[in-house]
């Protein structure tokens, strides 16, 4: 191959490889504040109501495992699909839409048409943990938002109902292994779910009211949910089948390791933060997460918007 063919095929995968990728600095140039844009709001919606962590941090993971990272989760239905909120995981219990639309209005207001939907809730999902006590980390961006939802889909969603197989099943689909199942499950250390999902026979407060949390220390982060997992007190089916194997090792671990639980945790929610990402010219940046753009916008001349609302 001549040397010029050799520069031009190098200088083309370089380039191919910038585009197609997430990196941590994304918006570098083109919206450089937006972590500072986004916490207060998350800062505060937090302190108002604590749950509110566990609630978003969940709304990432219903994304990711859901058609890939790219928003699908909070599109409201249209007359051309049912989207995923009313799918029996999320009806009910989804939580955190307007914290949602706040910041995507903040970021409107400061970098328009930048900022994906679908990177806000990676970034309120590593936020909410830290805000929570746990471990930080440096959030991959890049990800597009999806033109579309679909209902059915939610079934690649695990079964607070199944055992330790399937849950790992569903887990490798995602590229996901048994290790990033246990941490990932310790997420259920902070945050509430509906009694009628507990494993076993109510207890005190299921006897009272319709949610109870998920730990007994529901609003830290901490590796407390594997000592309860540990005691027969995982509040799930599912929650309790990581004490079968290849599961139980991982969770004595943790039980032992808060540290190693936060090592794994972080390393597991970037992996999980790469699943199906949607790059470079595919998808949109939504300028609301509830909606996919107006064709208007592409015939007022935003070539970014072109074409992509006619697939709907
Ligand atoms: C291992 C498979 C998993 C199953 C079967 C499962 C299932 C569930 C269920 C049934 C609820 C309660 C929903 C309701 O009340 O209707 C819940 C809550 C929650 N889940 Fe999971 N989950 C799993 C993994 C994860 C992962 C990977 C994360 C995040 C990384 C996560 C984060 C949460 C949080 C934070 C809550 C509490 C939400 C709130 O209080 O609003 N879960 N999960």
């Not at 199942?181 to 259920?188: F, I, P, R, T, Y």
Request: proline share 4%; with cysteine; hydrophobic share 40%.
């Amino acid at each position: 191959m001549p040397s010029s063919l050799k520069l031009i095929t190098l200088l083309l995968c370089l380039f191919l490889s910038a585009v197609s990728s997430l990196t941590t600095s994304y918006y570098e140039d083109t919206c450089p504040h937006l972590q500072s844009i986004i916490f207060p709001t998350v800062q505060l919606a937090i302190k108002n109501e604590p749950r509110m962590a566990a609630s978003l941090l969940r709304l990432h993971f219903h994304d990711c495992f859901v058609q890939g990272c790219d928003a699908s989760v909070l599109l409201d239905d249209t007359s051309t699909f049912v989207g995923e909120k009313t799918a029996p995981p999320n009806n009910n219990s989804l939580r955190g839409f307007e914290i949602v639309d706040k910041i995507k209005q903040d970021l409107e207001a400061h970098c328009p048409k930048i900022v994906s939907c679908a990177d806000i809730l990676a970034i309120l999902a590593r936020d909410s943990v830290v805000l929570s006590g746990g471990p930080g980390w440096e959030v991959q961006l890049g990800r597009k938002d999806s033109f579309s939802a679909n209902k059915t889909a939610t079934n690649s969603l695990p079964n607070p109902f199944r055992d330790v197989e399937d849950l790992l099943e569903k887990f490798k689909n995602m590229g996901l292994n048994v290790t990033d199942l246990v941490a990932l499950s310790g997420a259920h250390t902070i945050g509430k779910a509906r009694c009628s999902l507990r494993a076993g026979p109510a207890n005190q407060i299921c006897l009272a009211s319709e949610n109870a949390y998920l730990d007994t220390t529901p609003v830290r982060f901490d590796n407390e949910y594997y000592l309860n997992v540990l005691a027969g007190k995982g509040f799930l089916q599912s929650d309790k089948a990581l004490l079968s194997p290849p599961a139980r090792d991982i969770v004595q671990a943790y039980a032992r390791d808060e540290l190693k639980f936060f090592k794994d945790f972080t390393n597991a929610m970037v992996k999980m933060g790469g699943i199906e990402t949607l790059l470079g010219a595919q998808g949109e940046v939504r300028q609301s997460c509830r909606k996919i753009n107006e064709i208007q916008d592409c015939k007022l001349g935003d070539a970014s918007m072109c074409g992509k609302s006619l697939k709907n």
